[in-house]
């Protein structure tokens, strides 16, 4: 048997760029600090490990801390936007 022409007729492509974002101190127990290439304002969210809105807020620039006190132990991602652009990395909370 010969196998039918199955050459797609549209492409998804996603967005590959990405925001670089760095996190200091990680593990974190009450301030993390917060640094991207962002180069005006950028809004953050905090999610913990079922996908839910831990924290979530503005910041004017792309350096910027985080009072992460009333967070409970554990893991969490932190999500950076600005312009269009998404940042994430792992945060552990102590």
């Given at each position: ?29 009450e301030v ?63």
């Open positions: 048997t010969e196998l039918a022409d199955c050459s797609p007729t549209s492409v998804f492509t996603p967005n590959t760029q990405r925001l670089p974002v760095r996190l200091y101190p990680n593990p974190v127990a993390l600090r917060v640094e991207s290439d962002a180069t005006g304002a950028v809004s953050w969210s905090i999610f913990n490990t079922l996908g839910q809105v831990a924290a979530h807020s503005t910041a004017p620039s792309g350096t910027f801390s985080i009072d992460v006190q009333k967070l409970t132990p554990g893991v969490y991602i932190l999500e950076v936007r600005s312009g269009g652009i998404t940042g994430t990395q792992r945060i552990v909370k102590r």
